[in-house]
């Protein structure tokens, strides 16, 4: 791995566990005949995308004191994530995710987390001075849904701010996780005016403007006076990003996808990593065009495999892949594009 010793800490807050993916496509979890144990969770997927593409990341969190949960603290050390967040609670377990397979690669959930030990993070448990180093902090929604954990994001939120963080806010919308619809929606608002860069889905966006129609229109109803940029995920569309500036889109790549887990935390995780030490991106269209085609390529990659973060590429892989790209779409004889990124509501 490259060294990272210069380059500026991205610190992800919230839940990491283990996703059970089926070996088989296409059929309901009751049918599969077997299960892929892989490490996940959107938080902790994107502190390793950071880390696989040569940055430098930490993750913040709790698991449970069970076998599950000192494996996927091993696997935060082996891919280079700063672990000194993570805490342990003897009696509680690691949160499980069983996940359904669509024939497209999309999937849904089963969790198992009543309560997991990811719920029971609390803010007297925090490791402030890791916050407090963090140039970008990360989080998502999940962390919200129950005490003592909402009290835990909010006070490390706080913190990172006022130690003059850039906060990043990718929601992860999983609904069945909610009480209801309402109080997903309310809590998800509930922060929404601190974060300065928010990523959602085209999924997420119909959700939370309650509004089915997906359009420049429908994503600025969500802009607020302190953001800087709003990131908005299409899945086969690639995506769309709004600044106070200008607004546009990148376009996808040609993948056949196996697994859409994980590709939106590596859109992310890669984006992140990219501006954490030059945030003049927010500001310039060409540089941020740059960077979210290299997102895009990112997330792409994570769509071939199966598992979350077995998925996520290298700086070197995602580089090739740009490459080989560029060359097949120079190429007149080339074959009609199969539109792949991530899921519609990753």
Same mark, same amino acid.
């Given at each position: 791995m490259a060294s990272t010793t210069k380059k500026g800490l991205i610190v992800s807050f919230g839940e990491m566990l283990i996703d059970f993916v089926p070996t088989e496509s296409g059929v309901s979890l009751a049918d599969s005949p077997g299960f892929l144990k892989a490490p996940g969770g959107a938080p902790a997927n994107v502190a390793i995308a950071v880390t696989r593409l040569g940055g430098r990341s930490a993750f913040v969190g $709790?698991?449970?004191?069970? %076998? @599950?949960?000192?494996m996927l603290a091993g696997i935060l050390r082996e891919n280079g994530v700063d672990d000194k967040g993570v805490t342990f609670d003897e009696g509680a377990r690691t949160a499980l995710a069983f996940v359904t397979l669509r024939a497209d690669g999309d999937r849904?959930?089963?969790?198992?987390? &009543?309560?997991? +030990?990811d719920m029971l993070l609390r803010p007297d448990e925090l490791n402030l001075e890791l916050i407090r180093s963090a140039k970008v902090f990360h989080y998502g929604s999940i962390s919200l849904i129950t005490?003592?954990?909402?009290?835990?994001?909010?006070? +490390?939120?706080?913190?990172? $701010? %006022? #130690?003059?963080?850039?906060?990043?806010? =990718?929601? /992860?919308?999983?609904?069945?996780?909610w009480p209801s619809p309402e109080e997903a929606r309310k809590q998800i608002m509930s922060i929404w005016d601190k974060a300065e860069i928010i990523k959602v889905s085209d999924v997420e966006l119909e959700f939370l403007?309650?509004?089915?129609?997906?359009? =420049?229109?429908?994503?600025?109803?969500?802009?607020?006076? &302190?953001?800087?940029?709003?990131? *908005?995920?299409?899945?086969?569309?690639?995506?769309?990003?709004?600044? $106070?500036? !200008?607004?546009? #889109? *990148?376009?996808? @790549? /040609?993948?056949?996808? *196996?697994?859409?887990?994980?590709?939106?935390?590596? !859109?992310?995780?890669? !984006?992140?990593?990219?501006i954490v030490d030059d945030?003049?991106?927010?500001?310039?269209?060409?540089?941020?065009? $740059?960077?979210?085609? !290299?997102?895009? +390529?990112?997330? +792409?990659?994570?769509?071939?495999?199966?598992?979350?973060?077995? #998925?996520?590429?290298? =700086?070197?892989?995602?580089?090739? @892949?740009?490459?080989?790209?560029?060359?097949?779409?120079? &190429?007149? @004889?080339r074959s009609p594009k199969l539109r792949f990124l991530y899921c519609r509501n990753c």
């Open positions: $709790k698991l449970g004191g069970d %076998e @599950f949960g000192h849904e959930f089963m969790f198992y987390r &009543n309560p997991s +030990a005490e003592p954990c909402r009290s835990a994001h909010l006070k +490390a939120m706080e913190v990172a $701010k %006022e #130690a003059g963080a850039l906060l990043s806010y =990718d929601p /992860n919308l999983r609904e069945p996780l403007t309650e509004n089915k129609t997906i359009d =420049d229109e429908s994503a600025m109803s969500l802009w607020h006076p &302190n953001l800087k940029l709003l990131l *908005v995920t299409l899945g086969e569309d690639g995506c769309r990003y709004y600044t $106070k500036k !200008f607004h546009g #889109a *990148v376009e996808t @790549f /040609n993948v056949n996808a *196996v697994d859409t887990t994980g590709a939106g935390d590596s !859109f992310i995780g890669a !984006f992140l990593s990219k945030q003049s991106v927010l500001e310039e269209e060409k540089k941020l065009r $740059k960077v979210l085609r !290299f997102a895009n +390529a990112c997330g +792409a990659i994570t769509t071939t495999k199966k598992g979350a973060i077995p #998925a996520l590429p290298s =700086d070197s892989e995602a580089l090739s @892949f740009l490459k080989d790209n560029l060359k097949r779409s120079n &190429n007149p @004889f």
